[in-house]
Each structure stands twice: as structure tokens, then as C-alpha cells.
């Protein structure tokens, strides 16, 4: 399994960014799927977690600017970033949790490589 995460880059504060992240391999029963962030000298916290049905959840300091999505049939989690603030700049990793064949009750979690976002003041 393995996750692609792209869409980082620089923006100015108040812009916004899109983080996309793709999922590929056998992978089955995902749920849930997200997105966490580490900002240089802390430690990895999260940001939004989405299911399956399409329940989020939000850290405090993103709800309202931030808005997560998912396509199941593309295994693909999305970010939409807006308003962004200098707070936001992190590195943001894409995550879910699944079971892979030959046991596919058997659930992980698997990691993107992280995209860099950067906030400009």
C-alpha cells in the first residue's frame, strides 16, 4: 500500500491550498482516512478525519477554514485549506487504516511521504 500526497507549495496568509492524497494497492475496508501535520520541533498532531460514511472530525484550530473529503472510489482523501494562517505551515501527512490481502481483517495504518505547506506572514 502507499500513499501519494501532493498539492503543498507556499501561499501568502488568508490563501488557500487543496492537499490531495491517493491511496494504491490492495487495500480494503478503509476507514477511517485523514490528514495530520508536523511543523518543525513539535510533535505530529492531527488535523481532520473522515470515514467511510463521510463523518469528520477537526482540530479546533482548523474548524471552520479547513475541509476535509474523500472519494471511496478513488481511495483518494482530500484538504481544502483556506484562510490559511502562518500557524499552518507543517509538513502534512495523508494516513488511513485498512487491511490488506492475505488478511484483510488485519488492520494498519499506512502513511504518505508528507507534503510541505508554507505560510507566508
Known amino acids: 500500500v502507499q500513499l501519494q500526497a501532493s498539492g503543498g507549495g507556499l501561499v501568502q496568509a488568508g490563501g488557500s491550498l487543496k492537499l490531495s492524497c491517493v491511496a494504491s494497492g490492495s487495500i480494503f475496508s478503509i476507514d477511517p482516512m485523514g490528514w495530520y501535520r508536523q511543523a518543525p520541533g513539535k510533535q505530529r498532531e492531527m488535523v481532520a478525519t473522515i470515514t467511510s460514511g463521510g463523518s469528520t472530525n477537526y482540530d479546533d484550530s482548523v474548524k471552520g477554514r479547513f475541509t476535509i473529503s474523500r472519494d471511496n472510489a478513488k481511495n483518494t482523501v482530500y484538504l481544502e485549506m483556506n484562510s490559511l494562517k502562518p500557524e499552518d505551515a507543517a509538513v502534512y501527512y495523508c494516513?488511513?487504516?485498512?487491511?490488506?490481502?492475505?488478511?484483510?481483517?488485519?488492520?494498519?495504518?499506512?502513511w504518505g511521504q508528507g507534503t510541505q505547506v508554507t505560510v507566508s506572514s
Open positions: 494516513y488511513l487504516v485498512g487491511g490488506t490481502w492475505p488478511r484483510p481483517n488485519v488492520r494498519k495504518t499506512y
